[in-house]
């Protein structure tokens, strides 16, 4: 008798359950996006015979759901730390460290992807026929390894960057910053996998030195802060009790004026507004685009330089800035079809030319074919 009466409080309580989650899932309105995912969740699908029958519009349903379930973020985190605890973490792209800190995985080896992305920084220092630099960042896993607890890792950061120094060019000057970084974790943010402005500024320093620029001193910048900063890491690892950070932007030139391919002139290379987006990062330089000037009118006779770039430049850009007159950021991934980057040269007569990515980015960048 007992076993039948826990059988239907079990069924009951079952049935409850998926009775109170439709009946919210119905009622409780849909959020265009998710605060702690930083992403637009899916709109509602429109129905169409061919969306029909080619089983996409089944697809695009069932994540319409997914995104809109009832405590959608209680449950993605509910399944992270499980997962954390359950020691099934590794099988995840993002590590927790000690001090709430989260890296990622160390970074994927693509031979043949790598032979073709040095094949091209290769080629274009000849087509430019003048020295390019060439600068990886190393990862901010490969600074934290010594406070990652329970979990199996590899980080080969100074083997990879060893390993693409090597296959340089004669044209090509590797600016190597292993010593800058190396075990320095608090170069790179806590919740997401960029270097903070500090880190940005250390690399800008490497690369002034290498050069034999001048360029101004930590204490010459005034230092805004932002608070309750979580980034991509963050969003990855679904750990939602990490607390939040500080995002600190480092000024010294307060009327840069910068440019993006929508041609709408900027004060200054912080977009403050951006700050109560999903993606507070963008504070730096609006965040991706094409193509971005930063004009220093302090710099003028200077010369100018010309970054071939990822994201991680985005903080980068202002420092670089503080020595050229005109800093030309191109961005790979976003360019137009048909542009092409060695042109530029006939407008600017780079100083200087810089190529810098994060490793993991440089590893699997399929763009690079675009540099021409």
């Known amino acids: 008798m007992k076993n039948r009466i826990d059988q239907w409080i079990t069924v009951v309580a079952f049935c409850a359950f998926i009775g109170i989650m439709s009946l919210l899932y119905l009622v409780l309105p849909k959020q265009e996006n998710s605060e702690l995912e930083k992403r637009p969740l899916e709109k509602a699908p429109e129905f169409s015979m061919e969306a029909l029958t080619s089983g996409e519009l089944g697809s ?45 995985a160390p970074a994927k080896w693509n031979q043949e992807q790598v032979d073709k992305n040095m094949k091209m920084v ?29 979990v199996s890792y590899d980080y080969k950061d100074e083997t990879y960057i060893g390993w693409l120094y090597s296959k340089a060019a004669e044209g090509v000057n590797c600016v190597n910053v292993m010593d800058v970084y190396e075990g320095r974790e608090d170069l790179y943010y806590r919740t997401d996998h960029h270097w903070t402005s500090e880190g940005a500024y250390k690399g800008y320093a490497a690369y002034m030195d290498a050069k034999g620029r001048a360029y101004p ?9 932002a608070k309750d900063f979580t980034g991509s ?33 900027h004060d200054g290379v912080f977009y403050l507004e951006n700050l109560q987006e999903l993606d507070k990062y963008t504070v730096f330089l609006d965040g991706n685009h094409a193509t971005v000037t930063i004009h220093n009118p302090n ?44 042109e530029l040269d006939a407008q600017y007569d780079f100083a200087d030319v810089l190529v810098c990515y994060s490793l993991s980015n440089f590893l699997t960048d399929n763009n690079l074919i675009k540099l021409k």
């Open 122 to 150: 290769n080629r274009f220092a000849e087509t430019l026929g003048k020295e390019v630099d060439f600068m990886i960042v190393p990862s901010g896993g490969w600074a934290s390894q010594d406070l990652i607890q329970g």
């Open 60 to 104: 695009d349903i069932e994540t319409y759901m997914s995104d809109h379930i009832p405590g959608r973020s209680f449950f993605v985190g509910l399944n992270s730390y499980v997962d954390l605890y359950t020691g099934r973490q590794v099988t995840k792209d993002v590590y927790l460290a000690e001090g709430d800190r989260l890296v990622e």
């Open 217 to 225: 001193a930590v204490e010459d910048f005034k230092v805004t802060v």
């Open 233 to 265: 890491t963050y969003t990855r690892a679904g750990l939602w009790m990490i607390p939040g950070e500080n995002v600190e932007m480092w000024e010294c030139t307060p009327n840069l004026q910068v440019t993006n391919e929508n041609g709408q002139p």
């Open 299 to 342: 710099n003028v006779g200077k010369g100018n330089l010309l970054v071939i770039r990822d994201s991680y430049s985005n903080c980068l850009g202002g420092f670089l800035a503080e020595s050229y007159e005109n800093v030309v950021m191109v961005d790979l991934r976003n360019i137009m079809p048909g542009m092409v980057v060695s």
